[in-house]
């Protein structure tokens, strides 16, 4: 089987182009004008849905949407296991339009540039597979405060706990379950086993400005980093701000403070070890009043399970000395942890191939940036999580990064260039004949 893709360059840019505009496209469809948010089972999930099942089905796919709302296309036989590439459509508010949203999209270029006629007129996969394109649903976890609902669905880890968690307006997951039109009790049928399956790929924007700095468009991801999140309390003495002496004073916020400080320290001691004091809120809170609680928020992620929690112990310590120092007191409430999942190695050589064969590509886009020339594509680990980190629990995993200039991302500036998309979806469709090329 040859592992060279047989697409002229003029297809892969209109490819990339085609990209460019559905994510501006989809940029449309949101809860609150003039920023973008769509969130779990909600009308902009169901309108993101039919634009993709529709697109979907214009790459001569069908489609499905699951028991938990992903929106699902297919390419080949039932019976065939398939190739899954996929991402997310849903968004953390004011968000940008690239998150997760390229991923699909370059999916179904992929799929499009893969595709073979069939003898009925439609289109076929001409490899051992079929091929998958899945639009998550729920990557973010805005809306109900747990991230990964919709490929934990897919994965069978689904938790009947997370019936009851309720969004702002107080309705659970099992009514808008109801409300959005599926039935909680078929959740299981979203569910895949190993064996339908032949591989995970994702595709994304680098959350972070390292192939900016490189220079570089792409990068293999080795891993995607283990997270822990807790909820921690201090407590201290509310006082009146006037009339109470500092060496009377048992500060909550104070010593919450110092604890964010020391996050950081400890944290950038460590390589790859990133801890984020996200929300810090002070009580009674009032002007006058040394507040007597406070309340802060800790994301705390690593490239390797055991270096995150040896970080975890040493910020525990430093907090005991610092509520000794204060007189004050500090509970933890541990609300996330997910281990590190290792991108499979065979997926990591494929997509390294995939890059490569990029380098010697012609421009895909009047202007677009030269591929990198290095012998060695860059590999580097995520530190944001992914929808690969569920489905890693029933296929190999392997994702791809695209520069994404200055790094920012669940912003309205994240960026991604018409050029490094066209490089992508090239790397990506050699990516999936290289891995057809393979023993089963």
């Known amino acids: 089987m040859t592992t060279r893709l047989g697409a002229t360059p003029d297809e892969v840019a209109t490819a990339a182009r085609r990209v460019m505009a559905r994510c501006d496209e989809l ?16 009308p902009e999930h169901a309108r993101v849905n039919r634009l993709a099942a529709e697109w979907m089905r214009e790459a001569g796919m069908t489609t499905r949407q699951d028991a938990a709302g992903n929106q699902v296309g297919r390419l080949g036989p039932p019976e065939a296991p398939a190739l899954v590439i996929g991402s997310h459509l849903d968004t953390v508010p004011d968000a940008g339009r690239y998150d997760g949203i390229a991923g699909v999209l370059m999916g179904l270029e992929v799929v499009r540039l893969l595709r073979a006629p069939g003898a009925d007129g439609g289109w ?83 959350q972070g400005p390292e192939l900016d700095r490189r220079g570089e468009s792409l990068a293999v991801v080795s891993s995607i980093a283990s997270a822990r999140r807790f909820q921690l309390v201090v407590e201290g003495e509310a006082r009146h701000a006037g009339g109470t002496p500092y060496d009377m004073r048992r500060d909550a916020l104070l010593g919450a403070s110092e604890s964010a400080l020391a996050v950081e320290r400890l944290c950038r001691a460590e390589h790859h070890i990133i801890g984020t004091v996200g929300q810090l809120e002070a009580f009674p809170g009032a002007v006058n009043i040394v507040p007597g609680e406070a309340r802060f928020s800790l994301d705390l992620r690593g490239e390797f399970d055991g270096a995150r929690d040896r970080v975890w112990d040493a910020i525990s310590r430093e907090l005991d000395d610092i509520m000794g120092r204060r007189h004050l007191r500090w509970t933890a409430r541990e609300v996330h942890s997910a281990p590190a999942v290792f991108c499979a190695p065979l997926l990591q050589d ?33 530190p944001a999580g992914h929808d690969g980190m569920a489905i890693g629990s029933i296929t ?11 790094g920012i991302s669940h912003h309205p500036d994240e960026a991604v260039s018409e050029g490094d998309v066209g490089l992508g979806i090239r790397a990506l469709a050699e990516a999936v004949l ?7």
Not at 198 to 205: P, R
């Open 27 to 42: 940029a449309h469809v949101t809860s609150t004008p003039g920023r973008i948010e769509r969130v779990y089972l909600s």
């Open 124 to 206: 076929v996969s001409p490899l051992p597979f079929a091929l998958e394109v899945i639009a998550f649903s729920d990557e973010e976890g805005t809306r109900f405060g747990k991230a990964l609902l919709g490929s934990s669905a897919v994965a069978g880890q689904w938790d009947d706990a997370w019936w009851t968690l309720t969004d702002a307006e107080g309705t659970t997951v099992r009514e808008a379950f109801l409300d959005f039109g599926l039935d909680p009790g078929r959740i299981g049928e979203a569910a895949r086993r190993p064996s339908e399956l032949v591989a995970y790929l994702e595709a994304h924007i680098e």
């Open 350 to 382: 494929v997509l390294r191939e995939g890059i490569l064969s990029t380098v010697a590509t012609p421009s895909l886009t009047a202007g677009a940036p030269a591929a990198s020339g290095r012998e060695d594509p860059a590999t580097l680990f995520s």
């Open 396 to 406: 190999d995993v392997g994702m791809l990064f695209l520069r994404n200039p200055d």
């Open 434 to 440: 290289h891995r057809a090329a393979e023993p089963a």
